[in-house]
């Protein structure tokens, strides 16, 4: 029942990272702590069902998802105060040019 119960859960929390990347970019880093909750239940089900090569899988992306957090909140976050435009910085932008035409 709790095997059952942590890929539901993970399978949940995938979901609303893959729809916050695709349709609310604004969320940024949201997505990423959703990516990381999901790599989490997965692994702890891979670890309890002793399935090895989902295990690596999951650890790989919860190291990518806390490194993607550290660049926002941690020690390596991006300085506010320096210029800088991420692929989200120029969308969110183009969208605002574009509401400001209408």
Do not use: K
């Not at 949201?30 to 069902?49: H, K, M, P």
């Amino acid at each position: 029942m709790l095997n059952n119960i942590l890929q539901w859960a993970g399978t949940t929390a995938l979901i609303v990272m893959y729809i916050l990347m695709s349709f609310f970019p604004e969320l940024h880093p949201w997505n990423i702590v959703a990516g990381c909750i999901g790599g989490i239940l997965y692994f702890t089900w891979s670890f309890r069902t002793a399935n090895r090569p989902q295990m690596i899988v999951n650890m790989a992306g919860i190291l990518v998802c806390l490194a993607g957090l550290m660049r926002v909140w941690g020690p390596m976050a991006i300085d506010p105060e320096v210029p800088h435009q991420s692929g989200i910085d120029r969308e969110i932008e183009c969208r605002r040019m574009l509401n400001m035409e209408d």
